[in-house]
């Protein structure tokens, strides 16, 4: 069974930074992708960033510039920095784990989910 557990959620002020991890447990293939994924209040789960197991990241065009993707292949841990942050950004974090996938940015290819993780930018 695999589990994600994220962390680092909380609230902050417009402009402020927050970082988020995921952490990976259990029995994946040996090279997956790992995507970041939110849903704000009322809206439909939307993709963020994705990484593929060799450190190459992608992002949806709202993010580019603030956020930056890693991941430590070691620890099987995910990470997110989101700077310059803006209450729009508010939502639940998720990450995902998309088994012998370079990397994707459609949900539907992603096999494992964290449980979220909320995120607030107050203005």
């Known amino acids: 069974q695999v589990q994600l557990v994220e962390s680092g959620g909380g609230s902050v002020q417009a402009g402020g930074s927050l970082g988020l991890s995921c952490a990976v447990s259990?029995?994946?293939?040996?090279?997956?992708?790992m995507g970041w994924f939110r849903q704000p209040p009322g809206k439909e789960r939307e993709f963020v960033a994705t990484i593929s197991w060799s450190g190459n990241a992608y992002y949806a065009d709202f993010v580019k510039g603030r956020f930056v993707m890693s991941r430590d292949n070691v620890k099987d841990t995910a990470y997110l920095q989101m700077n310059s942050l803006k209450p729009e950004d508010t939502a639940v974090y998720y990450c995902a784990v998309a088994n012998g996938r370079t990397w994707s940015s459609e949900s539907g290819e992603y096999d494992y989910w964290g449980q979220g993780t909320q995120v607030t930018v107050s203005s």
């Open positions: 259990g029995r994946t293939r040996s090279r997956y992708a």
